[in-house]
């Protein structure tokens, strides 16, 4: 289409004609962009494999003619990001990239695509979307030590309400939705427990969201504890989203106080992995963790390395032991791997906190009770205060 060279006076009269090849213009113009600019040396874009949008961090093939790949001469940018390598299979007509991980892409954002072979260059307008990466990492259903009393009464009161105090913090990489989830070995008790959240509003969803490390506090409510006077109740606490999960297993005896923990210290579940006996090597059929129950299933004679994640805030030497809870029956439950005895010192701490990752070996001997309890135990020496951690098994037929 020829330019347009039609200048216009204050007073002129704009006429259709001058109008349409304006419009025809502006056609020719998006139809350019759209098939790719060039100029010069016949280098082009042809199409792309996929189509567009892309995702950053996507394996992509661009189609064209003279990139220039042959003498070494091809440069491919997003915006002012270069592509540093390509893949095997790239040519001169056809170039196998990843698109990069770009910064600022928010939910998506228009980025010009140039590719030049030294004397020429071609440029496309097209979309990438942020990468969708795979949720990964934990969640930590914990005591809340800045709540007190907790629980609330305490003692727990039979025939009386009950409040618990929790703290749920997030070590997923994304944001996550977690659905708190409440079992009791009280059925009524269990059928009638609220999500409380940290006004004590009731959530009626369950849900609480959180972004990476983010940490905030909650609560469960019992309206009513039919148990009698010196009884026990366990209530187990968790916390799911797709691809992360913890829980809180704690047993309450009713008109008996409950010792609050030690707030220097935290620990949670980490990890299962379950091992052949055979051949030492791990078998995910052989065993596997529920996080809305807190149980370790685990096949007879199987090996499970229970992995967990302790936090502390104060040097100290801290005892570690590791029970067996009666009436659990011809389960083994040792420390593996794991010191009697963790000296914390100075050089442990990053950024006012030192961790350490304890493990305990599980298996269920010929004849072993089909559930039973362990009970992990962390505890400074000096301190009458300590942190405690249980997690109930169930075998596997």
């Known amino acids: ?24 213009t502006l056609n020719q113009h ?18 792309f494999v ?9 394996d992509i093939e661009i189609h064209g003619t003279n990139f220039g790949f042959s003498t070494g001469s091809t440069a491919v940018t997003f915006d002012t990001t270069g592509i540093t390598s390509f893949k095997l299979g790239s040519s001169d007509t056809s170039l196998l990239i990843q698109v990069p991980l770009l910064t600022g892409l928010g939910t998506g954002k228009d980025v010009l695509l140039t590719i030049s072979n030294g004397s020429a260059s071609v440029s496309r307008v097209i ?10 990492g934990n969640v930590d259903v914990l005591w809340n030590d800045a709540i007190a009393p907790n629980p609330n ?30 079992q009791c070995s009280n059925a009524a008790m269990q059928g009638a ?35 009698a006077n010196n009884s026990t109740f366990t209530v187990t606490v968790s916390a799911t989203a797709a691809g992360v999960s913890g829980s809180d297993t704690r047993v309450f005896t009713v008109n008996q106080a409950t010792q609050p923990p030690d707030p220097t210290i935290n620990v949670a579940f980490n990890a299962l992995t379950a091992i ?3 051949n030492g090597t791990p078998d995910p059929n052989a065993g596997n963790y529920t996080s809305i129950d807190n149980t370790v299933h685990l096949k007879q004679n199987a090996i499970g390395r229970l992995n967990l ?6 040097i100290g030497n801290y005892d570690v032991t590791v029970a067996a809870l009666a009436p659990t029956s011809l389960w083994t439950v040792v420390l593996a791997g794991t010191p009697s005895v963790y000296t914390i010192g100075a050089s442990d701490f990053s950024n006012g906190v030192a961790t350490k990752n304890p493990e305990i070996g599980i298996q269920a001997q010929p004849g072993a009770s089909l559930t039973g309890q362990l009970k992990f135990t962390l505890q400074r020496q000096g301190s009458a205060q300590k942190r405690e951690i249980t997690f109930n098994l169930a075998l596997i037929p």
Not at 50 to 58: E, I, L, N, V
Request: avoid cysteine.
């Open 1 to 24: 289409m020829a330019p347009i060279i039609d200048i216009v006076r204050p007073g002129d009269v704009i006429t259709s004609d001058l109008i349409n090849r304006i419009i025809g």
């Open 30 to 47: 998006d139809a350019l962009i759209s098939a790719g600019s060039t100029s010069g040396s016949g280098i082009t874009i042809t199409s």
């Open 50 to 58: 996929p189509a567009p949008p892309f995702t950053a961090g996507q």
């Open 127 to 136: 979309r990438v979307n942020p990468a969708q990466l795979p949720q990964q």
């Open 153 to 182: 009464p305490n003692p727990v009161l039979n025939a009386q309400p009950v409040t618990i105090a929790y703290s749920l913090k997030s070590r997923a990489t994304l944001p996550t939705t977690f659905t708190v989830g409440v």
């Open 193 to 227: 427990a609220q999500v409380l959240d940290a006004a004590q509003t009731v959530i009626a969803s369950k849900q609480i969201d959180l972004a990476p490390g983010q940490q905030k506090g909650f609560f469960v409510r019992f309206p009513n504890v039919p148990v």
């Open 276 to 278: 052949d006996p055979n």
């Open 309 to 314: 994640v302790a936090t502390f805030t104060q």
